[in-house]
């Protein structure tokens, strides 16, 4: 089980506009999604997975 306090410690910042939004690192996220069993998680986890390389972290969109 993943804890909240545990990954809003470690909680990733994007900016967007004048706005900062806390963003679930991906790892943690990959993770999550896997566990839910669901058809379209574990589907979404896969596509991440492999669209990272295996790497756990991605460019955040709203940075560029």
Do not use: C, H, W
Not at 33 to 50: F, L
């Amino acid at each position: 089980m993943i804890r909240f306090k545990k990954v809003y410690a470690v909680r990733e910042k994007m900016k967007a506009g004048n706005m900062v939004i806390p963003v679930v690192p991906l790892k943690y996220l990959i993770e999550m999604k896997e566990k839910t069993g669901r058809p379209r998680n574990k589907a979404d986890a896969y596509y991440q997975k492999s669209k990272t390389g295996g790497r756990m972290k991605i460019e955040p969109l709203l940075m560029r």
